[in-house]
């Protein structure tokens, strides 16, 4: 059981959006501590998606966007393409584990 | 190139010992924390260790304390996990994390090394 809770799996046509939830609670997200999003397509290793709630490092294209508020956060994926297929992770950290937590991925599927 | 390259993984008895390397190049290793984060077959990602850019701050996830020590050197552009008392749930794709403190945000990755803990 992950201390970050988000759905298992998601899907879209391509062209669609879709979003991906990350809930939390007062030691994590709520607390104020930044979420970050990671991607991580089939066999390779995860990649720095959104920092900090809401920003994107150099290279990500501006259809992914990240949200925060209150114990919750979100990834949205506009204009949905093959390659967004990968599983995505939300992360934070929890002041009552005292490190760095998950979420527990969810695999995104481009119908 | 930015790059972090670990080794060490392998196949290991219940009970016995491995020690990962990390080798980070493309940047200036000393200045930054870095972390170990484990991915087990077909599961997600789960946060290691952490160690700051001079050793002085060092954290684990509570359930591994004890079992795994995290170091580094700082001359050799190296980070270490020792890990002892393996057990079957330790079997995992383990990877070395450059983060970007104080964000906290893990934004480089090494291509992961795997640890399989089997008799």
């Known amino acids: 059981q992950s201390v970050l809770t988000q759905p298992p799996s998601v899907s879209g046509a391509p062209g669609q959006r879709v979003t991906i939830s990350c809930t939390g609670s007062t030691s994590n997200i709520g607390a104020g501590y930044n979420v970050h999003w990671y991607q991580q397509p089939p066999g390779i290793a995860p990649k720095l998606l959104i920092y900090a709630n809401n920003n994107r490092p150099s290279g990500v294209p501006d259809r992914f966007s990240g949200s925060k508020s209150g114990t919750s956060a979100s990834l949205a994926i506009t204009g949905l393409q093959a390659e967004d297929e990968a599983d995505y992770y939300c992360q934070s950290y929890d002041s009552s584990v005292r490190g760095w937590v998950f979420g527990g991925g969810t695999k995104l599927t481009v119908l | 190139e930015v790059q972090l390259v670990e080794s060490g993984g392998g196949l290991v008895k219940p009970g016995g010992s491995l020690r990962l390397s990390c080798t980070a190049s493309g940047f200036t290793f000393s200045t930054y924390t870095m972390n170990w984060v484990r991915q087990a077959p077909g599961k997600g990602l789960e946060w290691v260790a952490s160690i700051s850019s001079s050793s002085t701050y060092i954290d684990y996830a509570d359930p591994l304390k004890g079992r795994f020590t995290i170091s580094r050197d700082n001359a050799k552009n190296s980070m270490y996990l020792q890990m002892n008392s393996l057990r079957g749930e330790d079997t995992a794709v383990y990877f070395c994390?450059?983060?970007?403190?104080?964000?906290?945000?893990?934004?480089?990755w090494g291509q992961g090394t795997k640890v399989i803990v089997s008799s």
């Open positions: 994390v450059r983060d970007d403190y104080p964000l906290g945000t893990f934004d480089i």
